[in-house]
């Protein structure tokens, strides 16, 4: 019998020649169309995204998320229905969030139901897995959601699909299909992908330019605030041109990538909010929340611009920052044009560096590398530092040191940071697999929190790790519990009952041999620290196993987030 050239196998030939390079899936009974395809390409020998089969779905989209990050391609999640879409989970949170191009397939159950059409409903789970309107469980975080009614129409959909992921502001869009429409036989499709290709963002208007360029050259204390422009490696290089041509200082909040070299005397650091009120003109570069407004505001009369490639955050609810002007614009295209506009130093430079300097003297930190009692967040970070070179790509994912950690770090090489972008814990452990699949020569490094590796289901993370062999080290900051809700508590009753008397009821893994877990997958080994003595030699084994490739988890304990018992 010859083999089916269904939609599903159009789609899957197709792939590779619009960037996808991966299908992240775990696999259900909508899917046997995707399998018979995924038989029949693999043996012919036939171009195809490689297979990567994972436990759990927050797997698939963390992962796929991180190569984008990576890469700028988006990839295929492939995943069973109603039921495999939920269980994606917060990881469609953090790819509408994030900006992150991805591509997510789901099945619909069946609608045929005598046998008189392949793939007809013959399981009783296909009755109960037919909701009316399946897409509504992520619509609001999808750039675009589609049902491939039309089996013929399947190459022009995933063009679309791609298009659609890949045009400014990026991210994700979900697309679904029938059983029979996924093993109906298509003619074999013409490749138009140099048809579809997505939309780019240009620059500024010239007006914009020379008001910029005035405005900044008048400025006294200009300073940047940016999140993502890091995407772009290229972004990065001409921020630090301008920042040096023009002396601005630069501020980096939740940092999604290196936007800006961290050891660059110009770099005001990662604390949100320190230099809003005395800042004269700030720039707000790819950045959602540059300043919390119920702490601080810009000054009167300083001038706010804002440049991004999505300015006014349609994705978003309630959202405020005023500002002079806005620009839906390519921010390196942006910073190219003010560096042509201005090609040498305005006057003022040295003065506008003279506050920078002061700026960062005022704000020094001291970190103490050791000390009595439990190892603490900074000390572990000042020890990971030690671990990092150019060839490094560090994943942070831990809520309470979304300040402490890249301030410590100072990443300064662009495209070796990745932070998640959004809040849906669980990210880290599994985005690793994605930036291994893309930097298969970097060093990975994961700084997660415990309760986000728990959330990251480490069972079915470290079991793709190694079964696909993709090593990274992880680095678990366990303070036994969740720390952000008992820091947020404090700051909305300081003097309340929960403070007095220690009752958050957030310790969720104290007492947990957290690094136990994945080395029960077979994919990692685990190794747990206690004392101080111990860190920085269990570091260098765990990296030491990781570069013989093996993923490693070291569970490092640190001070607990409190003293309650549950139960």
Known sequence: MADRNSAARRLLELCPKLGVDYVFTNLGSDHPAFIEAFAS????????????????????????????????????????????????????????????????????????ATGERVGARNEFIHFTQDV???????????????????????????????????????????????????DVEVPETVNTAMQWRPTRLAGLPGDAVSELCTALAASSRPLVITTYLGRHPD????????????????????PQYVNFPGDHPHHLGYRRNRYVAEADLILM?????????????????AKVFHIDADPIKLGLGAWHFPA??????????????????????????????????DARRRAQESVSAAGSGPITSEELTLAVRD???????????????????????????PGNYCGMGGAGLGWGINAAIGAKLARPDATVITLTGDGCYLFGVPSSAYWVAGTYRTPHLTII????????????????????????????????????????LAAATGGADAFRVTDRQDLRPVLDRALATVRSGRSAVVDVLLNSVSEQVLG
């Open 387 to 413: 671990l990092i070179d150019d060839r490094t790509v560090v994943i942070v994912e831990e809520p309470s040191g979304s300040e402490s950690i890249p301030s410590i770090l100072r990443m300064r090489t």
């Open 477 to 516: 900051y366990n303070n036994g519990g969740w720390h952000s809700p008992r820091l947020s508590t404090g700051w909305v009753h300081p003097d309340g009952a929960a403070t007095r008397h220690d009752a958050f009821w957030v310790t969720i893994g104290k007492g947990a041999r957290l690094a136990d």
């Open 285 to 301: 570069l790819d950045v959602d929340v540059p300043w919390i407004p119920s702490k601080v505001a810009p000054a009167h009369d």
């Open 324 to 357: 002079l002007a806005r620009y839906q614009a390519d921010t390196g295209v942006a910073l190219e044009q003010l560096l042509e506009a201005q090609s040498t130093p305005p006057s003022g430079r040295d003065a506008r560096r003279t506050w920078i300097a």
């Open 41 to 112: 390409l693999t043996a012919a020998g036939a171009p195809m995204p490689k297979v990567i089969v994972c436990p759990h779905e927050m797997t698939t989209l963390s992962a796929a998320h991180a190569y984008a990050m990576l890469t700028r391609r988006p990839q295929l999640v492939l995943v069973h229905v109603d039921v495999g879409t939920q269980n994606l989970g917060c990881s469609v949170h953090n790819a509408a969030r994030g900006r992150i191009p991805a591509l997510i397939v789901a099945g619909l159950s069946p609608v045929t």
């Open 235 to 254: 972004a990065v290089n001409r921020l630090t041109a301008l920042s040096e041509r023009f002396g601005i200082g630069v501020c980096e909040v939740t």
């Open 132 to 182: 009316p309107r399946q897409q509504e469980i992520v619509s609001q975080y999808m750039k675009w959601c589609y049902e491939l009614r039309a089996a013929e129409t399947v190459a022009d959909v995933l063009a679309r699909g791609v298009q659609i992921a890949t045009s400014p502001p990026e991210g994700p869009v979900y697309i679904t299909g029938a059983r029979e429409v996924w």
